[in-house]
T-cell receptor
Framework: DQQVKQNSPSLSVQEGRISILNCDYT??????FLWYKKYPAEGPTFLIS?????DKNEDGRFTVFLNKSAKHLSLHIVPSQPGDSAVYFC???????????FGTGTRLQVFP | KAGVTQTPRYLIKTRGQQVTLSCSPI?????VSWYQQTPGQGLQFLFE???????NKGNFPGRFSGRQFSNSRSEMNVSTLELGDSALYLC?????????????FGPGTRLTVT
């Protein structure tokens, strides 16, 4: 049972445009959500997070939106840069635990 | 501040052997979690430790074990290695006692079982 889903395995975006990565979850106990960027054979790099009491969090070029009723979150990257090309994972956790449930990842390619 | 460090970075073992991986969290972080990444299963949670206590365990066989020391450093052990244990093993640390805290990952240990 995949509790966190990233239905788009890949996304290709032109440099300077917006990248939108999506994530859906099924467990209503999740109340903290994180996005990570990952290169092969390296550990994930933390990008941005959001608590379930918020519906938006912004940090520079990265904005995460949370729609609790739809159990959906998205990561917006504006403007996209070639250095953003990587695999992006969303992850979720419930209260009182650091246990993260990860999605399967979306490979983002930003081309010039 | 130094990040999460993991040793060794690469390891080759033979089926049936055992292996111990080490993780040093970010200074001041008391929570350490371990994850396994494989091409087929993605990122899977192994264990979570806080103040030397295991708070959570993932769905892995008993061959996988871990511990945390008083300085928050953590080790995980895999006994009787199988070919399917070949994976990238990742350690993450956070400053909180659980839930709602950012977790920072180390570079991982690449384990190859032959």
């Amino acid at each position: 049972d995949q509790q966190v889903k990233q239905n788009s395995p890949s996304l290709s975006v032109q440099e300077g445009r917006i990248s939108i990565l999506n994530c859906d979850y099924t467990n209503s106990m999740f109340d903290y959500f994180l996005w990570y960027k990952k290169y092969p054979a390296e550990g994930p790099t933390f990008l941005i997070s959001i608590s379930s009491i918020k519906d938006k969090n912004e940090d520079g070029r990265f904005t995460v939106f949370l729609n609790k009723s739809a159990k959906h979150l998205s990561l917006h990257i504006v403007p996209s840069q070639p250095g953003d090309s990587a695999v992006y994972f969303c992850a979720a956790s419930a209260s009182d635990t650091d246990k993260l449930i990860f999605g399967t990842g979306t490979r983002l390619q930003v081309f010039p | 501040k130094a990040g999460v460090t993991q040793t060794p970075r690469y390891l080759i073992k033979t089926r049936g052997q055992q292996v111990t991986l080490s993780c040093s969290p970010i200074s001041g972080h008391r929570s350490v979690s371990w994850y396994q990444q494989t091409p087929g299963q993605g990122l899977q949670f192994l264990f979570e430790y806080f103040s030397e206590t295991q708070r959570n365990k993932g769905n892995f066989p008993g061959r996988f074990s871990g511990r945390q020391f008083s300085n928050s450093r953590s080790e995980m052990n895999v006994s009787t290695l199988e070919l399917g244990d070949s994976a990238l093993y990742l350690c993450a640390s956070s400053s909180g006692q659980g839930g709602g805290y950012e977790q920072y990952f180390g570079p991982g240990t690449r384990l190859t079982v032959t």
